[in-house]
């Protein structure tokens, strides 16, 4: 039976691996996308490396905003684990 917010407390686990692992993720994939981006916008008005080094710069940027958020919802499901249990 799914408890109070909806979550059942057997599968709380599996979505904490879940959030975590999103982590590398993010990491390899946001700035891959961002290089690969800027490269097409490179060869498309012939400005080579500027756009695609700047694409990036913009991935490892949105990776880390994006890090920096999977990690303060973590952060807030635990304290909630933690008021619940006193």
């Known amino acids: 039976m799914p408890v ?3 979550q ?3 599968f709380q686990g599996m979505r904490t691996a879940g959030l975590l692992l999103a982590i590398p993720t993010l990491l390899i994939v946001s700035p891959l996308a961002g290089f690969f ?3 097409w ?3 498309l ?6 756009l695609a080094m700047i694409g990036l710069v913009l991935g490892f940027a949105a990776a880390g905003r994006e890090v920096y958020r ?3 919802l973590y952060l807030a499901e ?3 684990e933690r008021k619940k249990r006193r």
């Open 4 to 6: 109070s917010g909806g």
């Open 45 to 50: 008005f012939g400005t080579p490396p500027w």
């Open 37 to 39: 981006l800027g490269g």
């Open 70 to 72: 999977i990690y303060r």
């Open 41 to 43: 916008l490179d060869r």
């Open 78 to 80: 635990e304290e909630e």
């Open 8 to 10: 059942d407390p057997r």
